[in-house]
Nanobody, 128 residues
Framework: EVTLTESGGGSVQAGGSLRLSCSISEYNYSPYCGAWFRQAPGKEVEGVAAIDSSGNTTYVDSVKGRFTVSQDNAKSILYLEMNNLNPEDTATYYC??????????????????????RGQGTHVTVSP
C-alpha cells in the first residue's frame, strides 16, 4: 500500500528557509499529481503548491516566488523548498497524491481529502 511520509519541518525565524520532503513508499510509477497543503492553527486547509505528471507546477498566490515544488528523478519523493518564510507560513504541512493525469491547477483545487493518498503532516513554525 502506498504511504506518504513528510519530513523537514521545524522552527525558523522569519526570513529563513526550510525544505520539506515527502517520501512515497511503494510507488508503482503510475502518473500522479503531487500537492502540498497546509493548515494553520484555527484555519481551514489551504492548497499551497502542486506538480503534475508533466512537471507543470502551480502555487497559491501567497507563496509565489518563495516556494518551489519539485520531485526527484524517480518521482518517489516530493519536495517543497520554502524561502523567505514569514510567521503567516506557520502551519502543519501535508503532502498528497492524486493518481492520474490531473493538471497541477486541478490538483490544487480539489481538497486534501480528495487525493488518493495523504501524509500525516509536518509542523512548520516561523517566529518573527
Amino acid at each position: 500500500e502506498v504511504t506518504l511520509t513528510e519530513s523537514g519541518g521545524g522552527s525558523v525565524q522569519a526570513g529563513g528557509s526550510l525544505r520539506l520532503s515527502c517520501s512515497i513508499s511503494e510507488y508503482n510509477y503510475s502518473p500522479y499529481c503531487g500537492a502540498w497543503f497546509r493548515q494553520a492553527p484555527g484555519k481551514e486547509v489551504e492548497g499551497v503548491a502542486a506538480i503534475d505528471s508533466s512537471g507543470n507546477t502551480t502555487y497559491v498566490d501567497s507563496v509565489k516566488g518563495r516556494f518551489t515544488v519539485s520531485q526527484d528523478n524517480a518521482k518517489s519523493i516530493l519536495y517543497l523548498e520554502m524561502n523567505n518564510l514569514n510567521p503567516e507560513d506557520t502551519a502543519t504541512y501535508y503532502c498528497a497524491v492524486a493518481l492520474g493525469h490531473l493538471s497541477a491547477t486541478y490538483g490544487l483545487l480539489i481538497g486534501l481529502n480528495e487525493h488518493h493518498y495523504r501524509g500525516q503532516g509536518t509542523h512548520v513554525t516561523v517566529s518573527p
